[in-house]
């Protein structure tokens, strides 16, 4: 056996013989509760956090004694102010009352009268209308023979509004011009002048007319000769004013919104032509309905 072993076990035996005891501390182990400084440096207890659940009432009493800070006041909701909207229902007169919110919020159903008045009204442009569409109003003519060779229109009618945009006077084309002139109209005259208060009406500088182009001798039968085109010189507001495309052309907001048409027009027509295009259409819009195999020609 060597030394080193001889050694160990030495120190085993005496570990063995030798109990192991550990003093008890003469004081508490217990951490001690903080102390609060008053003003009048008297040392006091600092509050313990109640373990139990207190009721209000006994919260309240702490709180009064010092032990637990003061409690904040309880928040109530407020009643909301009165809307206007209220305000203003409250003050309904009592003969339209039953138009009050409070009372029903289904809308009331229509008074016979008007329903009658809006149904007669349908029926009477409905008897007015031409080609097939109620906002093309006007009367059928039938065929109007030309004196000219290559003049005329088999099943002509007489135009005198367009979604509710009238004419300066009867135009007389046939049923394509005046679907082209309603479609165009409606998609391009009314919205482009809906900012300054709405046009009522169209002035018609020329419409079915048997004779050459620009009354030139010798020159080809016009599309006015065979009832497929309409001009128009100028357009009435609904507050009077008048927008001329000799006078407004190129010039100010009346001059954009005429601009605006005559794009509008080159689609629904086959040939446009405005004051850009030659000296003889410089006071009015030249529309017809006649067909390019290159497409529309506008200028």
Known sequence: MTARRTGYLMVAVLLTAV???AAAPETSVRPLARHSVLENDTPKVAPVRPKARL???AVSRLAL???LPPLQPTVRPVSRPVSEQTRQSEARPQSVAFLGPDVSARPFARPSSLVEEVLFGRRKKRRGSVC?????QGKKIGKVPGKLNGCGIDNAVQITSVSDVLLSRPATMDCT???????????GVIPAFRGRGGVVEMKVAAHYSCRTRNNQRGARISEHGRGKAIDISAFTMRSGKVVTVLKDWGKGAGGRALRKIWRAACGPFGTVLGPNADRYHRD????????????????
């Open 177 to 187: 011009t005046a679907k082209s002139l309603n479609r165009w109209v409606k998609k």
């Open 132 to 136: 097939g569409d109620i906002d093309i």
């Open 55 to 57: 009721n209000a009432a």
């Open 65 to 67: 004694t010092g032990l």
């Open 19 to 21: 109990p192991v005891t």
């Open 284 to 299: 009015h819009l030249h529309m017809d309905t006649a067909s390019y195999r290159s497409g529309p020609y506008c200028k």
